[in-house]
C-alpha cells in the first residue's frame, strides 16, 4: 500500500467512518489513519489526516435504535485507547464546503 502524506490545507470528505472519527474526536484524538481515494475510488494510500481537515457528507448520527446506540457504544469504547483500534476510515480529497467533523451533532431519541 502506498503512503500518502497530508498537506496542510487539504480538505477530505469521509466516503466511510464518520462514527469512528467524531468518536476520536471526542475522546481527544487529533488524527486518524485513513485510506485517501481519488474521485473513482481508486487508493491514493494511506496516512494519517488530522481531525479538523476531515468534513462529514452528514450533520448527524442516529442514535436512535438500540441497534445505532450499540454500534456507537462499540465505535466510543475503542476511541478511549491511546492507540485507535479502527481499520482506517476512507476518505476523498474534496473542495466543497460540508459538515465539519466538529459540527456533527447526534439524532437522538425514542424509536417510533
Given at each position: 500500500m502506498n503512503s500518502f502524506i497530508h498537506e496542510a490545507g487539504n480538505l477530505y470528505l469521509i466516503m466511510d467512518g464518520v462514527r469512528r472519527a467524531k468518536a476520536a474526536q471526542?475522546?481527544?484524538?487529533?488524527?486518524?489513519?485513513?485510506?485517501?481515494?481519488?474521485?473513482?475510488?481508486?487508493?491514493?494510500?494511506?496516512?494519517?489526516?488530522?481531525?479538523?481537515?476531515?468534513?462529514?457528507?452528514?450533520?448527524?448520527?442516529?442514535?436512535?435504535?438500540?441497534?445505532?446506540?450499540?454500534?456507537?457504544?462499540?465505535?466510543?469504547?475503542?476511541?478511549?485507547?491511546a492507540t485507535l483500534p479502527f481499520p482506517p476510515i476512507v476518505v476523498q480529497p474534496t473542495k466543497k464546503r460540508l459538515t465539519r467533523l466538529v459540527d456533527v451533532e447526534f439524532e437522538i431519541g425514542e424509536q417510533q
Amino acid at each position: 500500500m502506498n503512503s500518502f502524506i497530508h498537506e496542510a490545507g487539504n480538505l477530505y470528505l469521509i466516503m466511510d467512518g464518520v462514527r469512528r472519527a467524531k468518536a476520536a474526536q471526542l475522546h481527544g484524538h487529533d488524527q486518524i489513519t485513513a485510506e485517501i481515494v481519488d474521485g473513482s475510488g481508486i487508493s491514493l494510500g494511506n496516512g494519517y489526516i488530522p481531525l479538523d481537515a476531515l468534513l462529514s457528507p452528514k450533520r448527524s448520527i442516529r442514535r436512535i435504535t438500540s441497534s445505532d446506540q450499540n454500534r456507537w457504544e462499540r465505535v466510543i469504547e475503542g476511541a478511549s485507547h491511546a492507540t485507535l483500534p479502527f481499520p482506517p476510515i476512507v476518505v476523498q480529497p474534496t473542495k466543497k464546503r460540508l459538515t465539519r467533523l466538529v459540527d456533527v451533532e447526534f439524532e437522538i431519541g425514542e424509536q417510533q
